[in-house]
T-cell receptor
Framework: EPEVTQTPSHQVTQMGQEVILRCVPI?????FYWYRQILGQKVEFLVS????????KSEIFDDQFSVERPDGSNFTLKIRSTKLEDSAMYFC?????????????FGQGTRLTVV | KQEVTQIPAALSVPEGENLVLNCSFT??????LQWFRQDPGKGLTSLLL?????REQTSGRLNASLDKSSGRSTLYIAASQPGDSATYLC???????????FGEGTQLTVNP
């Protein structure tokens, strides 16, 4: 069964460093998303991407964040200068809106620890 | 701004019991509602999606209902098993392809 895959599963980085989180969405999906979940808190939306551009972003998604679809399969989230409060589980998701079927499928997540 | 609330926050039941998890949302103009399961430290597994025009969806022992006008959904789990122990999340989507807004989740423990 097709699935969303994320790498790495766990990344530890020093404060101020840049990190790139990688995702391979399901191949025929059209919408791509990043969410994050700080330990013990709700899953929060960061950004959505459609037709090679950002379609929606939250107030969390400030200038230190960027997304890219560098080729036909990968979708990346870059955090330019990490802060301690960026420590969280980051989830990639994709969906294929076809009619009313907009079911979102999530990857297993990347646990980012900023020290 | 859409807000999603789930009650109860935690639930512990003996194996075999039928149970109901509740989800409410403040803005009834939703496109669909999706229920997920999350195991500790893992990703989100989609369980059921209910479109705004539907009233319920079933998958195996799971049944989800939607009352859009009152801003409520329930997830019914029949004959619970220890393997059902996980956190259950509901999320609403307001337009096709837009963000999901999540509730805090209900942490379910099914005791053997």
């Amino acid at each position: 069964e097709p699935e969303v895959t994320q790498t790495p599963s766990h990344q530890v980085t020093q404060m101020g460093q840049e990190v790139i989180l990688r995702c391979v969405p399901i191949s025929n999906h059209l919408y791509f998303y990043w969410y994050r979940q700080i330990l013990g808190q709700k899953v929060e939306f960061l950004v959505s991407f459609y037709n090679n551009e950002i379609s929606e972003k939250s107030e969390i998604f400030d200038d230190q964040f960027s997304v890219e679809r560098p080729d036909g399969s990968n979708f990346t989230l870059k955090i330019r200068s990490t802060k301690l409060e960026d420590s969280a589980m980051y989830f990639c998701a994709s969906s294929e809106p076809r009619g009313y079927n907009t079911e979102a499928f999530f990857g297993q997540g990347t646990r980012l620890t900023v020290v | 701004k859409q807000e999603v609330t789930q009650i109860p926050a935690a639930l512990s039941v003996p194996e075999g019991e039928n149970l109901v998890l509740n989800c409410s949302f403040t803005d009834s103009a939703i496109y669909n509602l999706q229920w997920f399961r999350q195991d500790p430290g893992k990703g989100l597994t989609s369980l059921l999606l209910i479109q705004s025009s539907q009233r319920e969806q079933t998958s195996g022992r799971l049944n989800a209902s939607l009352d859009k006008s009152s801003g409520r959904s329930t997830l019914y789990i029949a004959a619970s098993q220890p393997g059902d122990s996980a956190t259950y999340l509901c999320a609403v989507q307001e337009t096709s392809g837009s963000r999901l807004t999540f509730g805090e989740g209900t942490q379910l423990t099914v005791n053997p």
